[in-house]
C-alpha cells in the first residue's frame, strides 16, 4: 500500500445554541403540519453548547429538527455536548422502535465523532424513551461508554442534573391535552384532499347532507378523537370512536329523516339509516389508527382490536354505502 | 368487554434478575418498581410492550413480544395475508 497518504483530520465539531430563531419556530410549525415530513433533519455529528470541557455531560439525540430542538432549548446556560445519531429525520421514540436510534448507530457514532478523545468521563446521558432500541450494556462492551439515562422529556433535564437522577414523575410518559392537540395537523393535513374529493362526489350524489355528514365523520375521528380520548367511555380505541361517531351522526340522521316529509316512512327510515352506518365505522377507524401515536397502547391490544372491530367496521360501512347508492338511484329516477 | 388491554406478551423470570435496577429505569409506565433482592413485577397490565426493559436486561429475565404497533400496518398485513411489517425508514416515517 505504498503511495497512500493518511491523513488524521481532527474530529469536526460543529457550535449551537439553547436560542430557537423564528425561521426554526416557523420550521417546527411546518413539520407539525406534515409538510417536507421527513425534511426536517440535522446533520449528524457532534455539537458544543456553550463552552464544553472534557469533563462536560454529553447528550445523545434524534436527527430529527424537533427533537434536536427540544433538548438544546431545554439546557441553555449548560456547556455540554451533544451527539446527534442519523435516524433518517425520525424522533427518538419512533426511530428507537425502529432501531435506528439504537446500539449500532450509538457505537458508530461514537467511534466517528472521536468522542473517546474529547470527553475524559466516557458516560453518555440519553432521553428515556431511547432505551426501546438501545442496550446499555452492549453499548458499555463494544464502546466503553456507560449510559445514563435520563428522563422522558427534555425540559426536567436541568432538574436532573441537579442529583444525577430522575424521580418517579420524570420517567412516566403522560398524554396530556397539549401533547395530544398538536398531532391532529399532520393527520389533517393528509386526509384533507381526499376529503375535499370525496365530499365533492357525496354532493353530487346525494347532496349537501352526505358531504357534510362524511367531512364531520373524518374530523371528528382526526381533530375531536384526540382531545376526548380520556372522557370517551370504555377503554378499546374502536369502541370509543364508535360512540364518538355515533354522536356525531346523530344530527345527520335527524336531518336525513326530516329530508322529505312527505315521503313513504320506508325511504325515510332508510335515508335517516344511511349516516348511522356509514359515519361511525369511519370515525372508529381513524380513532383505531390514533393508537400509533399514543405511548401506552401494547402490540398486542391493537391486534386483539383490529381482530373484533374491523370486521363490524367493513360491514357497517358497505352496508351503509349500499343504502347510499340505492337512495341515489331512488332519487335519480324520480322517487 | 371494550378492553383489548387486559393482556400482554410480557414475561419476566425472577430466578434470573440480578436486581441491576435497568428495567425500572426505562420503563415509562412504572411496570416493574426497585426490589430488595430482584426486581418486582408491579403493573405488568400497563406494559405497551415498547421493549425497552427486554432490551436493556443484561440477563435475558426479561422478554416481551414489542412491535411498531402501527394500526395501518396490521390492518394491510390483515387483509393481504403479508407479514407485518415495520415502518420502513428509508421513505416517508409513519409515526
Known amino acids: 500500500m505504498s503511495g497512500t497518504i493518511f491523513t488524521f483530520t481532527k474530529p469536526k465539531i460543529r457550535p449551537t445554541t439553547s436560542q430557537l430563531t423564528l425561521s426554526e419556530r416557523v420550521d417546527h410549525f411546518l413539520a407539525r403540519w406534515g409538510i417536507n415530513r421527513s425534511g426536517h433533519r440535522v446533520e449528524p455529528g457532534l455539537y458544543a453548547l456553550g463552552s464544553p470541557t472534557p469533563e462536560s455531560p454529553v447528550f445523545v439525540t434524534a436527527n430529527y429538527t424537533l427533537s434536536f430542538d427540544a433538548l438544546r432549548s431545554s439546557i441553555p446556560g449548560i456547556d455540554c455536548y451533544i451527539l446527534v445519531l442519523d435516524t433518517k429525520g425520525v424522533n427518538v421514540w419512533c426511530a428507537a422502535g425502529k432501531g435506528t436510534f439504537g446500539t449500532g448507530e450509538l457505537v458508530n457514532r461514537i467511534s466517528i465523532t472521536g468522542l473517546a478523545g474529547i470527553v475524559s468521563h466516557h458516560v453518555l446521558i440519553l432521553p428515556q424513551l431511547g432505551a426501546t432500541g438501545v442496550s446499555a450494556h452492549e453499548v458499555k462492551k463494544r464502546s466503553g461508554f456507560r449510559v445514563e439515562y435520563g428522563p422522558v422529556r427534555a425540559s426536567d433535564l436541568p432538574e436532573y442534573l441537579k442529583t444525577r437522577s430522575a424521580t418517579p414523575g420524570m420517567r412516566r410518559v403522560h398524554f396530556t391535552l397539549g401533547e395530544r392537540i398538536v398531532l391532529f395537523p399532520v393527520e389533517l393535513a393528509k386526509v384533507l384532499p381526499y376529503l375535499v374529493i370525496i365530499s365533492a362526489v357525496l354532493y353530487l350524489a346525494s347532496g349537501p347532507l352526505a358531504a357534510a355528514g362524511a367531512a364531520a365523520a373524518v374530523l371528528a375521528g382526526i381533530v375531536l378523537f384526540p382531545i376526548l380520548l380520556p372522557y370517551l367511555p370504555t377503554k378499546d380505541f374502536s369502541s370509543k370512536g364508535f360512540i364518538l361517531g355515533g354522536l356525531t351522526a346523530l344530527p345527520f340522521v335527524l336531518a336525513a329523516y326530516q329530508y322529505g316529509t312527505d315521503d313513504a316512512m320506508w325511504l325515510r327510515l332508510v335515508r335517516g339509516l344511511a349516516p348511522i352506518l356509514v359515519m361511525p365505522p369511519v370515525t372508529a377507524f381513524i380513532s383505531l389508527n390514533f393508537t400509533g401515536s399514543t405511548t401506552f397502547t401494547s402490540v398486542t391490544g391493537v391486534r386483539r382490536e383490529i381482530f373484533i372491530y374491523a370486521p363490524v367496521m367493513a360491514w357497517m360501512f358497505a352496508l351503509g354505502i349500499v343504502l347510499l347508492i340505492i337512495l341515489t338511484i331512488l332519487r335519480l329516477t324520480g322517487w | ?95
Open chain 2, 1 to 95: 368487554m371494550f378492553d383489548s388491554y387486559q393482556s400482554n406478551t410480557l414475561h419476566y423470570d425472577r430466578e434470573k434478575c440480578i436486581n441491576c435496577g435497568m428495567c425500572s429505569i426505562v420503563c415509562p409506565h412504572a411496570v416493574f418498581a426497585p426490589g430488595d433482592e430482584v426486581a418486582k413485577l408491579v403493573d405488568p397490565i400497563s406494559c405497551m410492550e415498547c421493549g425497552a426493559c427486554q432490551m436493556n436486561c443484561p440477563t435475558g429475565a426479561i422478554t416481551v413480544e414489542s412491535g411498531v404497533g402501527c394500526a395501518y400496518a396490521m390492518f394491510y398485513a390483515a387483509i393481504t395475508g403479508k407479514e407485518e411489517p415495520t415502518c420502513d425508514t428509508g421513505g416517508d416515517p409513519c409515526c
